[in-house]
């Protein structure tokens, strides 16, 4: 991955990880993880927008996985609570949703 110089500052970032298909090493914190993908990110320019989907259904809620959605949420992610639909994940559409609505927000001022 090429990494640009920070001074795209004026450059919108948004993140949109689909955690079920990208997830960290396990035993590593939330909020470690949003840090350091937040900091490779902000290379790239201002991150206005960072959105985590997670697949919750009642087999996978587990204290682990309640612990990840706190975390993460602290860390000023935005959690999207997801599930299957006829084998398809509502994450995929999700965020795609979340990346064409983020290109549609008027540019920030200062």
């Known amino acids: 991955m090429s990494v640009i110089s920070a001074s795209n500052d004026h450059t919108r970032?948004?993140?949109?990880?689909?955690?079920?298909n990208c997830a960290p090493p396990s035993g590593v914190p939330g909020y470690v993880v949003a840090e350091q993908i937040r900091k490779v990110a902000h290379n790239?320019?201002?991150v206005t927008v960072f959105r985590a989907y997670l697949e919750l259904s009642t087999a996978n809620i587990t204290?682990?996985?309640?612990?990840?959605?706190s975390e993460?949420?602290?860390?000023?992610?935005?959690?999207?609570?997801?599930?299957?639909l006829s084998e398809r994940r509502l994450a995929d559409c999700g965020a795609i949703a979340d990346r064409l609505s983020s290109d549609l927000q008027p540019e920030r001022c200062c």
């Open 63 to 69: 204290p682990k996985v309640i612990n990840l959605r």
């Open 44 to 46: 790239f320019g201002s």
């Open 13 to 20: 970032v948004g993140i949109f990880w689909d955690y079920e």
């Open 72 to 84: 993460l949420q602290s860390s000023g992610v935005s959690v999207g609570i997801t599930t299957y």
